[in-house]
């Protein structure tokens, strides 16, 4: 037995805009650690975000986060934070009056208001700006402080709508690593990015959508694993790689079995990876091919959503 | 990161009214600042400030006709440009524009969700905003009530002024119209509040209760009851003849216009409140 207040779920959760399709029977449990939400323009990931904050009602279905129902925002807010994408704030506030006072909306006394901002500010590296108006501040430094808001009254769950926008390289490295950091204390951390090696490298899972639906959802290798219709491919570099094409060749697991330009390495595409590597082992064990290096060339993200929504989603 | 139980105010089991006051008096200080201090507030001082421009021209050059150089005219003369220029359109329109801000204004400017955003019921959301809404709208139109008043009277008759605000009817006149001032910006509050939830252009609706209050002289006594202005009007100091063609009604007395208007303004509150707690926000984005 699951406890419901361990998970966020979608239980077949619809949103229409009138007769729009926002998100359509979506079915999810997302665990504790970074949960990715990847996808095209369009493809429902704001939409998914807004409806797990009440920002949105669904048409259809519910929604509980951490056993909370998503229109008690009296409830909710105490364990969720969300960094929008709406690059917007109230008019002329400085960083640390606009921390303070929705900390002070949330219930928290002055001092302690004070306390968690400052804190806030430290994880995003903006305690020198604080007292400057967010009007004077840089996309980069905008895109941070909303991110400090949203962590500042220290929730379970943070909700962050593209929150790499924007950010210098240095200061992207840095945000990664701070969510690292929230998801080995337990948080959920649910992120939409388009930046695929990004989700890549920090994802403990991923959602892909396309046109409000979800597609595949998972390990990226668990997915990857079970996209049968897509052998997976590999480059093995190796001293004698015709020798191995003949080998491997003989059997059906192995699709296609094709020469590296160089001639010092093969592409292989099969359909079940675990069986080949183990074909490989028994090749190297009985001395015939020296291997170099194995590398499946097609077991990532951006391989993954070119498969199933068929362009190359986002890289800068 | 913390756990989330060190960090947070206690989560109530049942109605935590010491929660909610901290929360309304957040939002309520949060609100009054842009109520008076933000670009927008600018066009509710130059309306609050509006009726002072053609007193100050009075007081200044003293016309000689029977309105200024009667003290006994000056009372009746006051209660038009009450009724008038200051009740009908500086309240009407400055309370239209606060509090239909209070929350339309947020939408447009993309900056509602911070609030939905945070662990605050949004009934609650609902009273900070429309109690600051109250406060900003009855301190600068009470203001604009009580020194048009006394614009008027000081310098033309100064001395028979200072003896009738200071012994005489001067003071409850003033305490009166006062109060009538509070009384518009409760009601009207309420309503533009509501309606700046339920409409995506609210400037119609405002326009539409605008015709319906200027014509109230002409309506029959049941529909007459249908308005704001005549529960106010009911209980003006001096009564006022409205011309040839208004259809005469019974003023509603005191001791009901005032229940009357306060219990009316929490039904709308109500209905502002299950509103609210419905309302959802894209600003069009996905």
Known sequence: MVAENQFITFDNVSKFYGEILGVNRVNLQIAPGITSLVGPNGAGKSTLMNLMTGLLRPTRGSIKVLGIRTDQPEQLFRAVGYCTQFDSFPRGVTGREFITSFLLVHGFNKKRAQELCDVALAHVNLLEAADRKVAAYSKGMRQRIRLAQSIAHEPKVLILDEPLNGLDPMVRAETIALFRKFASEGLHLIISSHILHEVDMMSDR?????????????NIHGVRDEMEEHPMQILIRCDNPSKLAAYVFEHDHVVEARLHEDRRGLFIRTRDADRFYLLLNRVVAEGGINVESIAPVDDDLSAVYQYLIGTTGGSA | MSSVSEAMPAIPAKPNFSLWLKQIRAIFWLEIEKNFFSRRSILIYL???LPLLPLTVIAVFQPNTNEFRD?????????????????????FFGCAWIFMNLF???????????????????EVLVVGKYISGLVTSILLFTGTTIVSMLLLYLPLFYSESVRFFSGGQGLKHLVTYASITILACVGYGAFFTVVGLFVRNPIIPALVLYGWEWINFLLPPLLKKISVVHYLKSLMPVPMSEGPFAVVAEPTPAWLAIPGLILVTAIVLVISGYRIRKMEISYGSD
Request: cysteine-free; hydrophobic content about 50%; charged content about 15%.
């Open chain 1, 206 to 218: 991923v959602v892909l959508l396309n046109n409000g639906y979800i597609v595949a959802e998972g």
């Open chain 2, 47 to 49: 309306l609050a400030l």
């Open chain 2, 71 to 91: 003290f006994r005219q000056l009372s009746l003369t006051y209660a038009f440009l009450y009724n008038g220029l200051i009740l009908q359109t500086v309240v």
């Open chain 2, 104 to 122: 339309r204004g947020e939408l447009v400017d993309r900056s509602l969700h911070y609030y939905f955003l945070s662990s605050v019921r949004r």
